[in-house]
């Protein structure tokens, strides 16, 4: 059995808090199966969802056992915070594309610049293979169909000059709003949502700190649970926010979240929503 000190109470927490939250999202994901998502929003919403869902049960599949340790164990934070980071960016395409209150017409311009941002780089990677497959065609095509229509939106003659540039030349950006207008919109803390992002880079993209920190701990030791803590706690805030918003996207009975679970989530959503120092 772990030993029960200050340090492994407090990372049993944390795990225990992600586990409810997860479970709770894998209920919410199960009263989906087989019902009719009304719009094409609503449809990637609900595949985004199930997306994160499971790149949070991975992460979780990846923390130290908060029970019990074994010889062998070994404490792998670089790919816990790749994993965290995939989360955090299903969130972004989730609020973006199909949860955020906008016209229709904005709605449609968002998911086809979406859609052209994939098709160009599938296009790209396929080209610079030389591949020869019949489907090259076709997704030239269809970049050249997306491109015209993105083109002659309106919401595209209001974008930044950058934005329409880039897509003019081939490069079409996923996202038409910089992050800190998507935190705008979308209601969570840039400067939060910036920090997480930074901190999980480090170990992400095998940066010199994080390489001196990595190698100056050992699995077990209670000085490195905290570390271990933070892609869970990390991702937490933004996972009950698209497991609330799936609810809203798609009109069918979904469960409530259990009392002490729905408390977790309210008290994470206000450091989403504020950032630590205002929700402190």
Same mark, same amino acid.
């Given at each position: ?93 989730? %609020? ?80 038409? %709003? ?53 892609? %869970? ?48």
């Amino acid at each position: 059995m772990r030993p029960q000190s200050r340090a492994w109470q407090k990372y049993q927490r944390s795990v225990r808090q992600f586990d409810a939250v997860v479970e709770y999202a894998k209920a919410v994901s199960a009263s989906l199966v087989g019902k009719a998502t009304p719009s094409a929003n609503a449809s990637y919403g609900e595949q985004i969802f199930v997306t994160m869902l499971a790149h949070c049960i991975t992460l979780r599949r990846l923390a130290p056992d908060p029970h019990r340790q074994t010889a062998d164990e070994l404490w792998d934070l670089p790919s816990m915070c790749a994993i965290a980071r995939c989360a955090i960016e299903a969130h972004d395409s989730f %609020l973006h594309i199909a949860a955020t209150a906008v016209p229709e017409a904005e709605r449609d311009f968002r998911i086809s610049l979406w859609e052209l941002h994939d098709q160009t780089r599938r296009l790209r990677m396929l080209e610079s293979i030389g591949s020869k497959k019949p489907e090259v065609e076709s997704i030239r095509q269809r970049c050249s169909t997306l491109t015209a229509k993105v083109t002659a939106h309106p919401t595209f003659q209001a974008a930044r000059r950058d934005i329409q540039r880039k897509t003019v030349d081939g490069d079409p950006p996923a996202f038409h %709003l910089s992050q800190r207008e998507r935190c705008e919109v979308g209601n969570f803390n840039f400067d939060y949502y910036n920090t997480v992002i930074m901190q999980l880079s480090q170990y992400v993209h095998t940066m010199p700190f994080a390489l001196h920190q990595l190698f100056s701990f050992r699995a077990g030791s209670e000085e490195v649970l905290p570390l271990m803590a933070l892609p %869970l706690e990390y991702v937490l805030p933004f996972l009950g926010r698209v497991t609330s918003e799936t609810r809203t996207l798609i009109p069918t009975h979904t469960p409530d979240a259990p009392s002490r679970t729905a408390r977790t989530m309210a008290i994470w959503e206000a450091v989403y929503q504020r950032g630590i120092k205002s929700a402190a």
